[in-house]
Nanobody, 123 residues
Framework: VQLQASGGGLVQAGGSLRLSCAASRRTNSNNGMGWFRQAPGKAREFVAAISWRGHSTFYADSVKGRFTISRDNAKNILSLQMNSLEPEDTAVYYC?????????????????WGQGTLVTVSS
C-alpha cells in the first residue's frame, strides 16, 4: 500500500488548510487511519485518527476543536481539515494506516506511512 499526502503549504496564523492522503489501493478493510506530524527537532506526534468506517474519531488535545479528520472509503482518501492554524502547527504531516480497525494514538500501531506534506504557519 502506498499513501500519498498532499495539501500542505504556507498559511498565516488563523487560516485554514485541507490535507489529503490518497491510497494506492483499498485500505479500509478493517484499518483505521491517522495523521501524525513532526516539527523540526521534535519527535513525531499523534494528531488525529479515524475508524475504518469513519464512525469514530479522536484527536490530540492540541488540535481538538480546530482539526477534523474524515475519510472517503469509496475514493480511498483520508482528509484533515485544519482551521484556526497556529504557528505551533508548523510541521511535516504524515498519514498512516493502522493495524487497529479504530486507529490509535501510538505510532508503533501503524503499518504504512505516506511521505509527508509540509505545513508552515506564519505569525
Amino acid at each position: 500500500v502506498q499513501l500519498q499526502a498532499s495539501g500542505g503549504g504556507l498559511v498565516q496564523a488563523g487560516g485554514s488548510l485541507r490535507l489529503s492522503c490518497a491510497a494506492s489501493r483499498r485500505t479500509n478493510s478493517n484499518n483505521g487511519m491517522g495523521w501524525f506530524r513532526q516539527a523540526p527537532g521534535k519527535a513525531r506526534e499523534f494528531v488525529a485518527a479515524i475508524s475504518w468506517r469513519g464512525h469514530s474519531t479522536f484527536y490530540a488535545d492540541s488540535v481538538k476543536g480546530r482539526f477534523t479528520i474524515s475519510r472517503d472509503n469509496a475514493k480511498n482518501i483520508l482528509s484533515l481539515q485544519m482551521n484556526s492554524l497556529e504557528p505551533e502547527d508548523t510541521a511535516v504531516y504524515y498519514c498512516a494506516t493502522s493495524r487497529s480497525p479504530y486507529g490509535s494514538r501510538e505510532r508503533s500501531d501503524y503499518l504504512y506511512w505516506g511521505q509527508g506534506t509540509l505545513v508552515t504557519v506564519s505569525s
